[in-house]
């Protein structure tokens, strides 16, 4: 069986992500990606500090939490510092996530699709700032929801 990693991560498609600690910038309360399995898909948009372009992307995607909510999907947004955008922030200060997640070759900004099993579904490297359109994001997001994986085709 041949492995596929996500294109801008270290972590192979359909493998479940790492469980590394992060602080959420609002309450202070310690979080993962674990917190969310078996409850929601999750986008983890990993951007750059204090940066427009990246605040900008995360207020297109706030503006579609109709349409996450509707897929029982999130969307959060991972920082090495506390800054106040439009989706909940995720604070790595000392890096731990981002060097479990991301290639170490790896340019910000980074989005990545998990399901809600926990496992990395899909990725969105953005180099210069090349986002998907938010619609894209949700269109993924929706089809990871009618996936029914007990029907699947089987590996034999």
């Known amino acids: 069986m ?11 498609k359909d493998r479940v992500v790492p469980g590394t600690a992060m602080t959420e910038a609002s309450s202070g309360t310690e979080v993962s990606m674990w917190d969310f399995r078996q409850r929601s898909s999750v986008v983890v948009c990993f951007l750059h500090d204090r940066c427009e372009p990246c605040a ?12 996450l909510h509707e897929v029982d999907a999130r969307a959060i947004v991972v920082l090495n510092e506390p ?10 200060g000392p890096g731990r996530a981002r060097q479990r997640f991301l290639a170490p070759d790896a340019e910000l900004p980074v989005l990545l699709i998990v399901d809600r099993y926990g496992a990395a579904w899909r990725s969105f490297p953005a180099r210069d700032h090349a986002f998907p359109a938010p619609a894209e994001v949700v269109a993924t997001l929706r089809h990871l929801a009618f996936q029914c994986p007990e029907c699947g085709v089987s590996e034999w």
């Open 2 to 12: 041949v492995t596929e990693m996500l294109p801008g991560t270290a972590l192979e």
């Open 56 to 67: 900008g992307y995360a207020r297109e995607l706030a503006g579609l939490q109709d349409d």
């Open 83 to 92: 800054e106040d955008l439009d989706l909940p922030v995720w604070i790595d």
